[in-house]
T-cell receptor, first 109, second 115 residues
Framework: AQRVTQPEKLLSVFKGAPVELKCNYS??????LFWYVQYSRQRLQLLLR??SRESIKGFTADLNKGETSFHLKKPFAQEEDSAMYYC???????????FGDGTTLTVKP | GAGVSQSPSNKVTEKGKDVELRCDPI?????LYWYRQSLGQGLEFLIY????????KSGLPSDRFSAERTGGSVSTLTIQRTQQEDSAVYLC?????????????FGPGTRLTVL
């Protein structure tokens, strides 16, 4: 069975500090992994996907198949990054995603 | 263009009553998902519709929960005999066909409070 684990419910950093939101997964197939973000009073939206290998709002995430991880990183956190972040794994056979429990990031001034 | 819409945005009901939550997906999106987001919890998958295929109901927590999707578009999630533990935000998402199917577009959610 597939599973997505985000070990930190809450994460707090100071503005300008590096931030890493952890995500580990278990899946027998080839994973399709995503990060979604939910800012205060906004709807949940896609932040980035591993297959695109893109940087969005300064965030990057690298898929590490050996460690089965897909951690989200940003070298210099900003206050506007404060939000709830969800890691998600898409099962191409079942056609649906499994989400982690989410990490609430707070960036303090 | 218009995104996923959900109604009502808020619903307060009494324990034991039935409720219906509505989702209008993005036009042309073939996949539709329902999730539940409880306070301090993650996203709990409830049900998934894909085109004309039989829905994946594996996430529905009890037989009090049901959902249908009419004409491959609008979906209604029904909760019968509501309980206090049903209080949560119910999110709907849709995905396009083809190569874009991995991304889900979420609605604003319906906040359900069962008194």
């Amino acid at each position: 069975a597939q599973r997505v684990t985000q070990p930190e419910k809450l994460l707090s950093v100071f503005k300008g500090a590096p931030v890493e939101l952890k995500c580990n997964y278990s899946y027998s197939g080839s994973p399709e992994l995503f990060w979604y973000v939910q800012y205060s009073r906004q709807r949940l939206q896609l932040l980035l996907r591993h297959i695109s290998r893109e940087s969005i709002k300064g965030f990057t995430a690298d898929l590490n198949k050996g460690e089965t991880s897909f951690h989200l990183k940003k070298p210099f956190a900003q206050e506007e990054d404060s939000a709830m972040y969800y890691c998600a794994l898409y099962n191409t056979n079942a056609g649906k995603s499994t989400f982690g429990d989410g990490t609430t990031l707070t960036v303090k001034p | 263009g218009a995104g996923v819409s959900q109604s009502p945005s808020n619903k307060v009901t009494e324990k034991g009553k039935d409720v219906e939550l509505r989702c209008d997906p993005i036009s042309g999106h073939t996949a539709l998902y329902w999730y539940r987001q409880s306070l301090g919890q993650g996203l709990e998958f409830l049900i998934y519709f894909q085109g004309n295929s039989a829905p994946d109901k594996s996430g529905l927590p009890s037989d009090r929960f049901s959902a249908e999707r009419t004409g491959g578009s609008v979906s209604t999630l029904t909760i019968q005999r509501t309980q206090q533990e049903d209080s949560a935000v119910y999110l709907c998402a849709s995905s396009p066909p083809g190569s874009g199917r991995y991304e889900q577009f979420f609605g604003p959610g319906t906040r359900l409070t069962v008194l």
